[in-house]
C-alpha cells in the first residue's frame, strides 16, 4: 500500500508570508497526485493534481506544486498567504487506473492577519 | 447543483446500535467511495463502489456495510455501532475509474 507522509503538522505563518507544504510518498511507479484543502467546518475540495505532463502545477487561489520525481514528492506552494488561506491541507496519492486514493495525515495551517 | 450530499450531518449514537449514514450524488457519477477521517490518520478508504450493485473493500471495512441500489445512493451502516467508529465519515464520487474525487460535506459521528 501507499504511504504518504506530510511531516509539517501545524504551520502558523503571517499574512503575505510564503508557504511551502511538504509531500512524500512511497510508490516507486507512476502516479497520480492531488492536493485538497478542507477549510473550517467545510467539506474537501479539490485544490490542484498531477496526472501528467508539466510537473509544475497551478490551482485555485494562487496555490501551484511540483512533482520531483527522483523525490517523491509534490509540495505545496503559494507565494502570499492570506487569512482566508486557514485550513487543513490535505496530500492525496494513487496509482492511475486504481480506486483508492491514499491521503497524509494533513497539515493545519493557520494565517495571522 | 446539489451535487453530492450527506445526512445526517451530525450524529450520536450507543455502542451496539445501528447506524446508517447516507450518501446521495446528482452527477450520475459511476464511483462513489466512504472515507472516515481521524486525528493522526487522514482519510481513510472504508468501502467503494463502481456501479449500482458493485462494491468493494477498501482499508478499513470492518465493521461496515454499503449497499448501492442505484447509482446516486451509496448508504453506510454500522452494523452495531463501536467506539472505535466515532469518526467524521466523507462520501466522494468520481465520474470514472482513476478520475478526480469529489467530496461531500462528512457526516460527524459519535459513539458513546
Known amino acids: 500500500a501507499q504511504s504518504v507522509s506530510q511531516h509539517n503538522h501545524h504551520v502558523i505563518l503571517s499574512e503575505a508570508a510564503s508557504l511551502e507544504l511538504g509531500c512524500n510518498y512511497s510508490?516507486?511507479?507512476?502516479?497520480?497526485l492531488f492536493w485538497y484543502v478542507q477549510y473550517p467546518g467545510q467539506h474537501l475540495q479539490l485544490l490542484l493534481k498531477y496526472f501528467s505532463g508539466d510537473p509544475l502545477v497551478k490551482g485555485i487561489k494562487g496555490f501551484e506544486a511540483e512533482f520531483i520525481k527522483s523525490k517523491f514528492s509534490f509540495n505545496l506552494r503559494k507565494p502570499s498567504v492570506q487569512w482566508s488561506d486557514t485550513a487543513e491541507y490535505f496530500c492525496a496519492v494513487k496509482q492511475p487506473g486504481a480506486n483508492n486514493l491514499f491521503f497524509g495525515t494533513g497539515t493545519r495551517l493557520t494565517v495571522i492577519p | 447543483d446539489a451535487g453530492i450530499t450527506q445526512s445526517p450531518r451530525y450524529k450520536i449514537t450507543e455502542t451496539g446500535r445501528q447506524v446508517t449514514l447516507m450518501c446521495h450524488q446528482t452527477?450520475?457519477?459511476?464511483?462513489m467511495f466512504w472515507y472516515r477521517q481521524d486525528l493522526g490518520h487522514g482519510l481513510r478508504l472504508i468501502y467503494y463502489?463502481?456501479?449500482?450493485?458493485?462494491?468493494d473493500k477498501g482499508e478499513v471495512p470492518d465493521g461496515y456495510v454499503v449497499s448501492r441500489s442505484k447509482t446516486e445512493n451509496f448508504p453506510l451502516t454500522l452494523e452495531s455501532a463501536t467506539r472505535s467508529q466515532t469518526s467524521v465519515y466523507f462520501c466522494?464520487?468520481?465520474?470514472?475509474?482513476?478520475?478526480?474525487?469529489?467530496f461531500g460535506p462528512g457526516t460527524r459521528l459519535t459513539v458513546l
Open positions: 466522494a464520487s468520481s465520474e470514472s475509474e482513476g478520475l478526480t474525487q469529489y
Open positions: 510508490y516507486g511507479g507512476t502516479v497520480n
Open positions: 463502489s463502481a456501479a449500482a450493485d458493485i462494491t
Open positions: 452527477w450520475s457519477h459511476s464511483y
